[in-house]
């Protein structure tokens, strides 16, 4: 059974597309010449992020709810490297990033050397086989700089309001453990 691809966000949706996949580029991941590399989250992007309050798939001004997506760890710690996004381009990228939204996806590990790429220490390649969104109304972004790695942002969102979790279908495919009720 095909589910409906859900609507995108109308921020999301005016954002440039990439040719080859029709995909809306999410702004930490459009480099500054304008091009996208999908494996790649761009430091400057996610700076501008941190010091703008923008939301990391849209790029526009977050509003009231701001959700960052990631694994139980990472929720559990509320500690995250990607920005933090609204609630429903968070929603989207569930569905759009082939990462996310497939369990046997990788991305390419090459794309982690490139110049004004974030590859902080404790960022890993290992997949969660659940997926967390935890929604907030703030958070504290710091600018961490290990002696041993390259300095890069971490978001620290205030207790969360609510979380929504996703799992692994035994085909591969997200799918949410508890849809929200519907009002």
């Known amino acids: ?3 409906p691809e859900p609507a995108l966000p109308a921020a999301l949706a005016a954002r440039p597309h990439d040719r080859r996949r029709g995909l809306p580029i999410p702004f930490v991941n459009e480099t500054p010449d304008g091009e996208v590399d999908f494996a790649a989250i761009q430091a400057s992007q996610v700076l501008r992020c941190a010091r703008e309050r923008l939301c990391g798939s849209c790029g526009q001004p977050l509003a009231w709810w701001v959700a960052f997506l990631g694994g139980p760890e990472s929720a ?11 609630p429903d381009c968070a929603e989207a990228a569930l569905t759009l990033c082939p990462h996310i939204a497939r369990r046997h996806h990788r991305r390419a590990p090459e794309h982690r050397l490139a110049a004004g790429v974030i590859t902080p220490d404790t960022m890993t ?13 703030d958070y504290e972004a710091r600018i961490v700089a290990p002696r041993s790695a390259q300095a890069h942002v971490l978001f620290l969102p205030r207790p969360f309001h609510r979380t929504r979790t996703w799992s692994y279908t035994a085909a591969g495919h997200l799918t949410e453990d508890t849809p929200p009720r519907r009002r």
Do not use: F
């Not at 559990?76 to 609204?86: C, E, F, N």
């Not at 390649?125 to 109304?137: A, F, L, N, Y």
């Open 1 to 3: 059974m095909n589910r």
């Open 76 to 86: 559990t710690q509320r500690a995250y490297l990607d920005p933090g996004m609204h």
């Open 125 to 137: 390649e290992t997949k969660p086989q659940r997926w967390v969104m935890g929604i907030c109304r």
